[in-house]
């Protein structure tokens, strides 16, 4: 096991910035995931690490060991690619002891080896066929034995799973998970998927243009998002927001589309220090509840539906407050008209505050310095 960490990295391609200055640890034995919309630099990141691209500047680290001018022959890594990259002429067993023969290792180590990583791979059976005779999701077990045989310190995934269907994800990334914590391999696992950063990572680094947003659990990023960006990228449907303003006659209040919310105590304590006059108020479609009546305690406010999804298991409805569309999950019996009149409501523990200036969650807005991205 390794971990591994860069310091103050950045890589460029001509003048675009595709990481800009990143400090960063992945711990050891742990299963991080590196998670991002297209372009934000999470792929990039991942080849630092490998070795195929060379930072700009900055010092990349596993362990005590400086690897940041190592090839990545010499910082033994295993890669697994989203296009799996297997030698279409060569018989799987030849693709997974491909590495091992690269070093020369002795034929009777290779077969004893392969057959011990095929075992856990289940794909016993798969080592005499062509890669052009498997399917999408035996291939992906036969790169990651690949990846695995070699006994690498640090496991590196680029979107694994993205060309498998549905069903097949989700078997797979059990599996891995599975794996990782078996093998306490170092694990470092590039997605876009939210869901799948979410149930398969032990640590989320969210990453947006170049630059690290957030770093935590999967339940710190999802209840405590640092910014706007984690907030709106982490959850499926996004969590609503909507403007709001600060009420200071005596206690304070946040006012939003006509209806008022004593915050809860954590956040009037940060709108009470940094005395800002505006919020962006937010909070998760499974956390609203719909009704024809205000709820006490809660934030109500009242809109329109405008069109309910039906799911299956629950429901997607979207209402329009004050020209803005805020998305409510309710169970499939509850399925309002298209124009009712409805208030939305929201326990106060489950609203959320964000600067709209430096879009910051306002709990964070308080951190010293340097605990997380500028």
Do not use: C, W
């Amino acid at each position: 096991m390794v971990e591994v960490r860069l310091e103050n990295v950045t890589k460029r391609f001509g003048r675009v910035v595709a990481v800009d200055n990143v400090t960063l640890e992945f711990p050891d034995g742990r299963f991080s995931a590196l998670l991002g919309p297209s372009g934000s630099g999470k792929s990039t990141l991942l080849y630092l690490i490998a070795g195929i691209y060379k930072p700009t500047s900055g010092r990349i680290f596993f362990g005590d060991r400086e690897v940041t001018n190592l090839p990545p022959k010499d910082r033994n890594v295993g890669l697994v690619f989203q296009n799996y990259a297997l030698y279409p002429h060569m018989k799987v067993y030849d693709n997974i002891a491909f590495p091992m023969r690269l070093r020369k290792l002795p034929e009777s180590k290779i077969d004893a080896k392969v057959q011990e990583v095929a075992r856990l791979l289940r794909i016993e059976e798969l080592l005499d066929r062509y890669p052009g005779q498997l399917s999408g999701g035996q291939q992906q077990r036969v790169a990651l034995a690949r990846a695995l045989v070699k006994e690498p310190d640090v496991l590196l995934l680029d979107e694994p799973l993205s060309n498998l269907d549905a069903l097949l994800r989700l078997t797979i990334r059990a599996e891995l998970k599975k794996l990782q914590r078996r093998l306490e391999i170092t694990a470092i696992h590039v997605t876009h998927d939210q869901a799948e950063a979410m149930s398969i990572a032990d640590v989320i680094v969210v990453i947006d243009r170049g630059r690290v947003q957030q770093v935590g659990s999967p339940d710190d990023v999802y209840n405590r998002p640092r910014n706007l960006f984690v907030a709106g990228f982490i959850g499926s449907p996004p969590a609503n927001m909507l403007p709001g303003r600060v009420l200071r006659d005596g206690v304070v209040m946040v006012e939003v589309a006509g209806a008022r919310l004593s915050p809860r105590e954590e956040y009037a304590k940060a709108l009470a220090e940094t005395g800002i006059e505006e919020v962006v108020v937010v909070f998760r479609p499974e956390h609203a509840r719909l009704g024809y009546e205000p709820a006490s305690g809660a934030l109500s406010i009242e809109g329109e539906v405008y069109v309910v999804e039906p799911l299956g298991r629950e429901n997607i409805v979207t209402v329009m407050v004050a020209g803005v569309p805020v998305k409510v999950l309710t169970p499939p019996s509850v399925r309002p008209r298209a124009g009712e009149k409805l208030y939305v409501s929201v326990p106060a523990e489950h609203v959320m505050l964000f600067d709209p200036e430096t879009e910051l969650n306002l709990l964070h807005l308080l951190e010293p310095r340097g605990l997380g991205p500028d």
